[in-house]
């Protein structure tokens, strides 16, 4: 008998530090996301009036420039700037310039990847976090 409520007592323990854990994991989780996304749209936000200056200036060169510097030391996989026909401007993946977005590989561009581009062609920049990834 004693053996039972011991066993009933532990999987009990159990059981409930597993829901708390993964219960704080999630809320942990959540707050990681959404700073992370917050980062994103500080640096796009950052990346605003000099892509503009340099756009208005047709400096390409020092706008592939600056979008390789905001790249380096975060952790984005990828900044990539369009021209109104759909071809990339400036982007921290060097062989993608020139191209349009039907011109990528999946193995480089994932279809949430691809979703959020299209978005930005709507509304002029997306920012985009793939959790998953």
């Known amino acids: 008998m004693s053996a039972k409520v011991a066993l009933i007592v532990t999987l009990s323990v159990v059981a409930v530090t597993f829901v708390y854990s993964y219960h704080h994991y999630r809320e942990v989780r959540e707050v990681l996301f959404r700073n992370t996304e917050i980062q994103l749209l500080r640096i796009a936000e950052g990346l605003q009036t000099p892509v503009e200056t340099f ?41 993608w310039t020139g191209k349009g977005l039907e011109a990528m590989r999946p193995e480089d561009l994932t ?19 793939d959790p998953g990834d």
């Open 55 to 95: 756009i208005a200036k047709k400096d390409l060169a020092e706008l592939r420039h600056t979008v390789d510097d905001a790249s380096k030391g975060a952790d984005i996989e990828l900044i990539t700037l369009y021209d109104p026909r759909g071809r990339v401007t400036a982007c921290n993946k060097r062989k």
């Open 111 to 129: 279809e949430n990847d691809a979703a959020a581009i299209r978005k930005a062609f709507d509304g002029g920049y997306s920012i985009y976090y």
